[in-house]
């Protein structure tokens, strides 16, 4: 497993501000393998989630290049971005993000139904995916009736779900027990061993120690840590 | 092994879930939905309440025109200085035209009528003669009619109706029995059938109280000449030639001076009610109209509320997969929906509306499909067109912007 999965040279995201601009990302180089198992640690406010967005192709850099599997990827168009998205990326996001007015099952159905997949399988593949993380006994809950850290799972589910060769998590325990946490971590290393790359974005160095490599970001640099063996 | 029905199969599943997303989204909150169809709602029952009434009115006025003898042409002839009406030897030529079967003068005068000293005054009465009942048949209902006789001699002899029977012969025969009009005695010689033809166009044309030999009337009025006449056809489809003919004669008549006469055919009258009635509706429709699009702007404001408020379930749909363009059928399907509700609730009171409208006005209450159509039709149009820009709004938001607002 030593295909680039992709690779990013001097990102760089900016925001107006004002009459200023303020740099979140500085000159991110970045190379992922398929098959890799990544943490980004990081304090607060360094640019964890705005990398993330950029590498889901949420959002564009500024200046830099994002080259994913081969294309690259500020040459596509929103409707090609939206298939990258359903068909290569799982996304956790850092806080629960499950639709109000949908209960457990429709909501990991979700992705599914952009990709056009049927009912029945649509259903059977949530479910599946429900049982995984431990759900079995809350499939028709609604968001109101679960707690922060179901929605959560609900919401790995939700990733999982499309099979995607990337899941990009942004602190995905932050609102989980160390048990469930634990459980989490360990699903994830099971997907890793499956063939699944995972990016997963955290504070915790505990967490991150999980991953197979680190990375560090502060203040929008990225730095490998020292004495760690990194691909070239 | 690739199904080749895999994308439409994937279309449908994509479009039944996005119904089932509207409707979960439109009951979410009955209260809004509901008062955002309101206004489509109120426009289509009106366009389809006015349609339906007026084509049942004018149905009902040109089944009437019919009823009263489409085979007869209305001549007004105040003539000219020289000759100032039409004498009975005019009448004779004009009865001798082609296709015409007979001419009635109507000589009308209202009077005094007195009896057993009982009087009343402003009793209508119009001069006849044997063709008048000839195309009105069932106008006798019993005694006998005025016949040529009569008008020959000038006779004293009279027909009345129902409401001189009540105020002056009440509980007696009439039929023998003598009654002064404008002093002077009159035999009571047939009584008229109650008009039961309650008709515009006959309450329109009103009803005489009673009949007299037209002869017998020009007297009483000290009028030598005929100003007005209806011309009788053997047959409705000759009321052109017959009106052609009748235009030379008078034109010759009177000497081709101008404005000495005044044609009217049935014909004409309803087709003027028709324009006139059809000029109406249209208005009307307009009207309804704005109500349409005002709803459709209450639609349109209802759906961007629910694109702001929906950013980021917008943003998440986006982030797992959502094409732009599968957002902005959601959002489509949705005002669609929304004004297709408000659309047949309309056609369905709408319906109602005009079936009691026409029971109230004696009218016939029939569907009118071109109006149900055009009702739907144009609720469908307002959903799609004023809900194309707050879908197009949800299509382009951009899933970070909404995202970051969790
Ligand atoms: N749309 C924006 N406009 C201006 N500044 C922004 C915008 N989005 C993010 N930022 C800034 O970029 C910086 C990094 O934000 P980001 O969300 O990537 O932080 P993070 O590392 O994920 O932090 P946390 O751990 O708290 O989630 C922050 O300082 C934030 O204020
Ligand atoms: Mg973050």
């Given at each position: 497993m030593n295909d680039i999965f992709f690779q990013m040279r001097k990102i760089v995201k900016q925001y107006p501000l004002g009459d200023e601009v303020s740099t979140v990302l500085r000159d991110v180089d970045l190379d992922v393998q398929e098959g890799e198992y990544l943490s980004v640690l990081g304090p607060s406010g360094s640019g964890k989630s705005t990398l993330m967005n950029i590498i889901g192709c949420l959002d564009l850099p500024t200046s830099g290049e994002y080259i994913l599997r081969g294309q690259?990827?500020?040459?596509?168009?929103e409707m090609e971005l939206a298939h990258i998205r359903r068909r290569e990326i799982g996304f956790i996001f850092q806080n629960s993000q499950m639709?109000?007015?949908?209960?457990a099952l429709k909501n990991v159905e979700l992705p599914l139904i952009y990709a056009g997949v049927s009912p029945r399988e649509r259903a059977r593949r949530a479910e599946e995916m429900l049982v995984k993380v431990g759900l079995q006994d809350r499939l028709h809950h609604f968001p109101n009736q679960l707690s922060g850290g179901q929605q959560q799972r609900v919401a790995i589910a939700r990733a999982l779900v499309t099979r995607p060769s990337l899941l990009l998590a942004d602190e995905?325990?932050?609102?989980?027990d160390q048990s469930t946490g634990k459980q989490i971590m360990a699903l994830f290393s099971e997907l890793n061993a499956d063939g699944h790359t995972i990016i997963m974005i955290t504070h915790d160095i505990n967490i991150a120690k999980h991953a197979k490599r680190v990375v560090n970001i502060i203040d929008g640099v990225l730095s490998e840590p020292k004495g760690e063996v990194t691909f070239a | 092994m690739i199904n080749p029905f895999r994308p439409l199969i994937a279309g449908i599943n994509m479009f039944v879930e996005s119904l089932r997303m509207a409707i979960a989204n439109i009951t979410a909150n009955k209260l809004r939905s509901f008062l955002t169809i309101l206004g489509i709602m109120i426009g289509v029952t009106a366009v389809i309440a006015l349609i339906t009434t007026i084509s049942g009115v004018s149905s009902s006025i040109s089944d009437s025109f019919t009823s009263m003898g489409a085979g007869s042409i209305t001549v007004s002839t105040p003539g000219s200085?020289?000759?100032?009406g039409l004498s009975s030897e005019d009448l004779d030529d004009i009865a001798a035209l082609?296709?015409?079967?007979g001419v009635t003068p109507s000589v009308s005068l209202s009077v005094k009528a007195a009896r057993n000293g009982v009087s009343e005054t402003g009793i209508t009465v119009s001069g006849v003669n044997e063709y008048y009942f000839i195309n009105k048949p069932?106008?006798?209902?019993s005694g006998r009619s005025i016949n040529p006789i009569d008008i020959a001699d000038m006779s004293r002899v009279c027909m009345i109706g129902s409401d001189v029977m009540e105020s002056f012969f009440y509980g007696v025969n009439p039929i023998g029995q003598t009654i002064y009009l404008a002093g002077v005695q009159f035999t009571v010689v047939g009584i008229l059938a109650e008009?039961?033809?309650?008709s515009i166009a006959s309450i329109m044309s009103g009803t005489p109280d009673i009949l007299m030999p037209y002869t017998t009337a020009m007297k009483m009025n000290s009028?030598?000449?005929?100003?007005g006449i209806t011309v009788y056809m053997n047959?409705?489809?000759d009321t052109e030639d017959v009106k052609t003919l009748l235009e030379e004669h008078l034109d010759a008549l009177f000497s081709?001076?101008?404005?000495?006469y005044t044609i009217t055919t049935m014909e004409s009258i309803e087709s003027t009610m028709d324009t006139m009635l059809s000029m109406m509706s249209a208005l009307l429709a307009g009207i309804a109209s704005i109500a349409l699009i005002v709803g459709g702007i209450g639609i349109m404001n209802m759906m961007l509320t629910s694109v702001t408020e929906r950013t980021v379930e917008i943003g998440l749909k986006k982030a797992i997969g959502a094409e732009p363009g599968q957002i902005q059928i959601q959002f489509l399907i949705e005002s669609f929906l929304l004004s297709m509700i408000g659309g047949v609730t309309g056609v369905v009171l709408g319906l109602v509306v005009s079936a009691a409208m026409c029971s109230v006005m004696g009218t016939n209450f029939t569907i009118n499909y071109g109006a149900i159509a055009l009702g739907v039709g144009f609720s469908a149009a307002v959903g799609i067109i004023f809900g194309w820009s707050p879908a197009r709004k949800a299509s382009k938001l951009s899933p970070i912007d909404a995202l970051r607002r969790m």
């Amino acid at each position: 497993m030593n295909d680039i999965f992709f690779q990013m040279r001097k990102i760089v995201k900016q925001y107006p501000l004002g009459d200023e601009v303020s740099t979140v990302l500085r000159d991110v180089d970045l190379d992922v393998q398929e098959g890799e198992y990544l943490s980004v640690l990081g304090p607060s406010g360094s640019g964890k989630s705005t990398l993330m967005n950029i590498i889901g192709c949420l959002d564009l850099p500024t200046s830099g290049e994002y080259i994913l599997r081969g294309q690259s990827v500020e040459e596509l168009d929103e409707m090609e971005l939206a298939h990258i998205r359903r068909r290569e990326i799982g996304f956790i996001f850092q806080n629960s993000q499950m639709l109000k007015r949908m209960d457990a099952l429709k909501n990991v159905e979700l992705p599914l139904i952009y990709a056009g997949v049927s009912p029945r399988e649509r259903a059977r593949r949530a479910e599946e995916m429900l049982v995984k993380v431990g759900l079995q006994d809350r499939l028709h809950h609604f968001p109101n009736q679960l707690s922060g850290g179901q929605q959560q799972r609900v919401a790995i589910a939700r990733a999982l779900v499309t099979r995607p060769s990337l899941l990009l998590a942004d602190e995905p325990t932050g609102a989980l027990d160390q048990s469930t946490g634990k459980q989490i971590m360990a699903l994830f290393s099971e997907l890793n061993a499956d063939g699944h790359t995972i990016i997963m974005i955290t504070h915790d160095i505990n967490i991150a120690k999980h991953a197979k490599r680190v990375v560090n970001i502060i203040d929008g640099v990225l730095s490998e840590p020292k004495g760690e063996v990194t691909f070239a | 092994m690739i199904n080749p029905f895999r994308p439409l199969i994937a279309g449908i599943n994509m479009f039944v879930e996005s119904l089932r997303m509207a409707i979960a989204n439109i009951t979410a909150n009955k209260l809004r939905s509901f008062l955002t169809i309101l206004g489509i709602m109120i426009g289509v029952t009106a366009v389809i309440a006015l349609i339906t009434t007026i084509s049942g009115v004018s149905s009902s006025i040109s089944d009437s025109f019919t009823s009263m003898g489409a085979g007869s042409i209305t001549v007004s002839t105040p003539g000219s200085d020289l000759k100032s009406g039409l004498s009975s030897e005019d009448l004779d030529d004009i009865a001798a035209l082609e296709n015409v079967q007979g001419v009635t003068p109507s000589v009308s005068l209202s009077v005094k009528a007195a009896r057993n000293g009982v009087s009343e005054t402003g009793i209508t009465v119009s001069g006849v003669n044997e063709y008048y009942f000839i195309n009105k048949p069932d106008a006798l209902e019993s005694g006998r009619s005025i016949n040529p006789i009569d008008i020959a001699d000038m006779s004293r002899v009279c027909m009345i109706g129902s409401d001189v029977m009540e105020s002056f012969f009440y509980g007696v025969n009439p039929i023998g029995q003598t009654i002064y009009l404008a002093g002077v005695q009159f035999t009571v010689v047939g009584i008229l059938a109650e008009d039961t033809d309650t008709s515009i166009a006959s309450i329109m044309s009103g009803t005489p109280d009673i009949l007299m030999p037209y002869t017998t009337a020009m007297k009483m009025n000290s009028q030598n000449l005929v100003t007005g006449i209806t011309v009788y056809m053997n047959n409705p489809d000759d009321t052109e030639d017959v009106k052609t003919l009748l235009e030379e004669h008078l034109d010759a008549l009177f000497s081709f001076e101008d404005d000495t006469y005044t044609i009217t055919t049935m014909e004409s009258i309803e087709s003027t009610m028709d324009t006139m009635l059809s000029m109406m509706s249209a208005l009307l429709a307009g009207i309804a109209s704005i109500a349409l699009i005002v709803g459709g702007i209450g639609i349109m404001n209802m759906m961007l509320t629910s694109v702001t408020e929906r950013t980021v379930e917008i943003g998440l749909k986006k982030a797992i997969g959502a094409e732009p363009g599968q957002i902005q059928i959601q959002f489509l399907i949705e005002s669609f929906l929304l004004s297709m509700i408000g659309g047949v609730t309309g056609v369905v009171l709408g319906l109602v509306v005009s079936a009691a409208m026409c029971s109230v006005m004696g009218t016939n209450f029939t569907i009118n499909y071109g109006a149900i159509a055009l009702g739907v039709g144009f609720s469908a149009a307002v959903g799609i067109i004023f809900g194309w820009s707050p879908a197009r709004k949800a299509s382009k938001l951009s899933p970070i912007d909404a995202l970051r607002r969790m």
